[in-house]
């Protein structure tokens, strides 16, 4: 299983940038997928992005696909999200996780998240 160790976060104002990072350790040398979740305040851990181990592709939430952006640097075994035009409804703890080798939706592996708070 991979260990994933998020950064990044932190209080933005609305219509600011942040961006985050995902660093990962342990067992690397797998074909996994990689992606972000998030979890805002009384709501569900809902889907932010992902970007798949097959063939690269991207895929993003409806709600953060006009602003975010996805990307992967393997040679640092890193996973970055880039949160542009942030709005208070962006506001949540962010996850990143890893799937099961092989595996474009099966996340298995995650991290313990890192807090974004954007004021109005």
């Known amino acids: 299983q991979v260990q994933l160790v998020e950064s990044g976060g932190g209080l933005v104002q609305a219509g600011g940038s942040l961006s985050l990072s995902c660093a990962a350790s342990?067992?690397?040398?797998?074909?996994?997928?990689m992606g972000w979740f998030r979890r805002a305040p009384g709501k569900e851990r809902e889907f932010v992005a992902t970007?798949?181990?097959?063939?690269?592709?991207?895929y993003y939430a409806d709600s953060v696909n006009d602003r975010f952006t996805i990307s992967r640097d393997n040679a640092k075994n890193t996973l970055y999200l880039q949160m542009d035009s942030l709005t208070p409804e962006d506001t949540a703890v962010y996850y990143c996780?890893?799937?099961?080798?092989?595996?474009?939706?099966?996340?298995?592996?995650w991290g313990q998240g890192t807090q974004v708070t954007v004021s109005s």
């Open positions: 996780a890893a799937t099961t080798p092989g595996s474009d939706y099966d996340f298995t592996s």
């Open positions: 342990g067992r690397t040398f797998g074909n996994y997928s």
């Open positions: 970007i798949h181990w097959s063939d690269g592709a991207t």
